[in-house]
């Protein structure tokens, strides 16, 4: 089993900024996939990013149109955890987030059935 913590979410004014974490924890791979998506109320859970690596390799990484350019998506290997860095915060930006984990590469990290892992999420608020 492999444990996912979420933090990092707040409320923030449009055009600000927030960081969130995904820390894991319990079993290990050799592959993987991490990614975040959010859930608006009213609507479904969305990818939002994801980052894919083996070993020390250097991740291929996907962003949903919506939030490229403004969010990006990285990891620390020594801390076992994953960030989303979130810039220029749209109140569209708004919604629960969630970090998700596979042990594997998954060949289309934008769907959320490939995910074995969920975290509790974390609460983003952005106000206009």
């Known amino acids: 089993q492999v444990q996912l913590v979420e933090s990092g979410g707040g409320l923030v004014q449009a055009g600000g900024s927030l960081r969130l974490s995904c820390l894991a924890s319990?079993?290990?791979?050799?592959?993987?996939?991490m990614g975040w998506f959010r859930q608006a109320a009213g609507k479904e859970r969305e990818f939002v990013a994801a980052?894919?690596?083996?070993?020390?390799?250097?991740?291929?990484?996907y962003y949903t149109n919506p939030v490229r350019g403004r969010f990006t998506i990285s990891r620390d290997s020594a801390k076992n955890t994953v960030y989303l860095l979130m810039s220029s915060l749209k109140p569209e930006d708004t919604g629960i987030y969630y970090c998700?984990?596979?042990?594997?590469?998954?060949?289309?990290?934008?769907?959320?059935?490939?995910?074995?892992?969920w975290g509790q999420g974390t609460q983003v608020t952005v106000s206009s």
């Open positions: 998700a984990a596979a042990g594997a590469r998954l060949t289309v990290p934008t769907l959320d059935s490939g995910y074995d892992y």
């Open positions: 319990g079993r290990t791979f050799s592959s993987y996939t």
């Open positions: 980052i894919i690596w083996s070993g020390s390799s250097s991740g291929s990484i």
